[in-house]
C-alpha cells in the first residue's frame, strides 16, 4: 500500500439523494498523483453531483471523502459526517475548481481574479500574490491579459483564467467541469496541453465532461456514469479499444 | 423683480440648508441601515427575516408623514421624546432604510449563485465573499434605482414641515402668503430642480465609473 502517499483523492461508497431521487449510488473512485481522471457518461447520470460533492459545493448523504489524506467527509452509521469549518478550510486550499461557465468575478481584472484567494485565504502579501498570479497566468499564455476585465476576453481566455485562478492556492487536484463544452478544436489541444503539463507535475486530474475525443486526447484513466452509478472503469487504451464495443457505444450516444 | 427675488435668497437659502441637512443625515444612515436590513432579509432564520419584513411592510406600508408624526408626537407618549430634527432623521433614516433594503436585496438576489460558488471554492469567508464579490456587483446593479429613491427624497424633505421645522418649501410658502405672490413658489420650485439635476448628473458619474465591466 505504498500508494497511499500519492494518493490524491479517495471517494468511497459514496451516496446522495435529492428529494428521495438518488443521484449517486455508492460511488467509488480514486486518483492519484499525475493521473488524469475523467468521468464520462450522459448529462443527468450524476457526473456533476460527484464533483460537486468533491469540491464541498454539495454534501453527500453517506459514505467517505478523502483529499489527500484528510476526510472531507466520513462514513459513521451509514451518515457522511463532514469536517470541521477549519479543516474544511485546510481541503479547500488542496482542490482547485474551473466552472464550466467559468465564473469569474465580473468586476474584477484577471489579476485581481487571481489574487483574491492568496492574499485573503493564504495571507500573502498583494505584491508575492502578483507575482504568483503573473506567473501562473504566464504557464496558461495570458501574460499580455493580466489586466484586461473577463468581458473583454473570449471563452478560451476566460477558461484560461478561471483555470488559472483555480491554481492560485497551489491545490493538489484540480477538478474542471466540462472544460470543452464552450471551445473549438484548435482550443481543445491548448487546453488538453495544459492538462497534460499540470498533470506531469504531479497534480491529480479529475474531468467530468460528455466530450468523447477529449476525453481519449487527456485521460488517463476514464470512468463511466449512468444513472447515478459507475457503470465502467478502466485505462484509456483499455476503455476505448473496449468502446467499439456496442453495449458501451450504445449508452455514450444516449 | 430681481431686487424681490434678491430679498427672499436669504430666507429660502436657510430653508435651503436645513433641505440639506434632512436629506444628508437621511443618505448616510438609511444606505448602510439598507444593506443591513436586506442581509436580515435574506438571512435563512425564519424569526429574524419574518420581523425584518414586518418591519419593511410598516415603513412602506404607511405615510412617511405619518411616520414622522407618530415618531415626534406618538412615542412621548411611552415616555421616548425626540426633539424635532431627530425625531425627523429618524423617521427618514427608518423609512428609506427599508425601501433601501429592498432594493439591495433585489440587487444581491439577482447575482449568480456561481458567484458565491466561486468563492466558496477559493475558501473565501462569508464575510470576504459578500464585501468583495457580492456588494460591488450589487451596487451596480442597484445604482439607477438608488438614484430614483434620492431624487425622491430631495422632494420628501419638504414633508418635515409638518413638525414645525423650516425647510425650502415652507420658506417659500411663507414669503408667497406674506407678499401674495407666486414667485417665491417658482423660485422654490427652482432650487428643487436645480438639486435634482445635479443628483443626476452625480449619478451619472457614478454609473459611468461602474461601467468599466458588463
Excluded at chain 1, 453527500?60 to 478550510?89: F, Q, V, W
Excluded at chain 1, 491548448?190 to 476525453?215: E, Q, R, Y
Excluded at chain 2, 436586506?38 to 432564520?45: A, G, K, T, V
Amino acid at each position: 500500500m505504498n500508494k497511499v502517499i500519492n494518493m490524491m483523492l479517495k471517494v468511497n461508497k459514496l451516496s446522495k439523494s435529492f428529494e428521495r431521487k438518488r443521484i449517486l449510488e455508492d460511488i467509488s473512485l480514486q486518483l492519484e498523483a499525475g493521473e488524469v481522471l475523467v468521468i464520462i457518461g450522459p448529462s443527468g447520470g450524476g457526473k456533476t453531483t460527484l464533483l460537486r460533492c468533491i469540491n464541498g459545493l454539495e454534501k453527500s448523504d453517506n459514505g467517505t471523502i478523502i483529499i489527500d489524506n484528510i476526510y472531507l467527509c466520513r462514513d459513521h452509521n451509514n451518515k457522511s459526517i463532514y469536517a470541521s469549518p477549519k479543516e474544511m478550510k485546510s481541503i479547500r486550499q488542496k482542490i482547485g475548481m474551473v466552472f464550466q461557465n467559468y465564473n469569474l468575478f465580473p468586476h474584477m481584472s484577471v489579476v485581481e481574479n487571481i489574487i483574491e484567494a492568496p492574499i485573503n485565504v493564504l495571507g500573502l502579501s498583494k505584491d508575492d500574490a502578483i507575482n504568483r498570479a503573473y506567473s501562473l497566468l504566464k504557464n496558461v499564455g495570458l501574460e499580455d491579459k493580466k489586466d484586461s476585465y473577463p468581458f473583454q476576453l473570449s471563452g478560451g481566455q476566460k477558461q484560461r483564467v478561471a483555470i488559472a485562478r483555480a491554481l492560485c492556492l497551489n491545490p493538489k487536484i484540480l477538478c474542471l467541469d466540462e472544460p470543452t463544452s464552450a471551445l473549438d478544436p484548435e482550443l481543445r489541444e491548448g487546453i488538453a496541453n495544459i492538462i497534460g503539463k499540470l498533470a506531469d507535475k504531479g497534480m491529480g486530474i479529475l474531468i467530468i465532461t460528455h466530450d468523447m475525443d477529449f476525453a481519449k486526447r487527456v485521460a488517463t484513466r476514464v470512468i463511466s456514469m449512468k444513472e447515478g452509478r459507475i457503470v465502467k472503469e478502466a485505462q484509456k487504451e483499455d476503455f476505448f479499444s473496449e468502446f467499439e464495443d456496442n453495449r458501451v457505444r450504445r449508452f455514450m450516444i444516449l | 423683480m430681481l431686487s424681490y427675488i434678491y430679498t427672499l435668497l436669504p430666507s429660502i437659502g436657510d430653508g435651503l440648508v436645513v433641505t440639506l441637512k434632512v436629506f444628508a443625515l437621511t443618505l448616510v444612515f438609511s444606505i448602510p441601515l439598507g444593506i443591513i436590513v436586506s442581509i436580515l432579509r435574506i438571512w435563512n432564520i425564519k424569526p429574524i427575516s419574518r420581523i425584518t419584513e414586518l418591519y419593511v411592510w410598516v415603513m412602506r406600508g404607511t405615510p412617511l408623514m405619518l411616520q414622522v408624526v407618530f415618531i415626534f408626537f406618538g412615542l412621548p407618549v411611552v415616555g421616548i421624546t425626540f426633539d424635532r430634527f431627530t425625531a425627523v432623521i429618524i423617521a427618514f433614516v427608518l423609512n428609506y432604510a427599508a425601501y433601501f433594503g429592498e432594493i439591495f436585496r433585489g440587487g444581491i438576489e439577482s447575482i449568480d449563485k456561481g458567484q458565491y460558488e466561486a468563492a466558496k471554492v477559493l475558501g473565501l469567508s462569508s464575510y470576504r465573499t459578500f464585501t468583495r464579490i457580492i456588494l460591488p456587483q450589487m451596487f451596480k446593479i442597484v445604482l439607477p434605482s438608488i438614484a430614483n429613491e434620492v431624487i425622491t427624497l430631495v422632494k420628501d424633505t419638504s414633508l418635515v414641515y409638518i413638525v414645525g421645522i423650516g425647510e425650502l418649501l415652507r420658506a417659500g410658502k411663507i414669503a408667497s402668503n406674506r407678499d401674495a405672490s407666486l414667485v417665491p413658489l417658482v423660485l422654490v420650485g427652482v432650487v428643487y430642480l436645480l438639486l435634482t439635476a445635479i443628483f443626476t448628473i452625480v449619478f451619472n458619474k457614478i454609473e459611468k465609473k461602474y461601467s468599466y465591466y458588463e
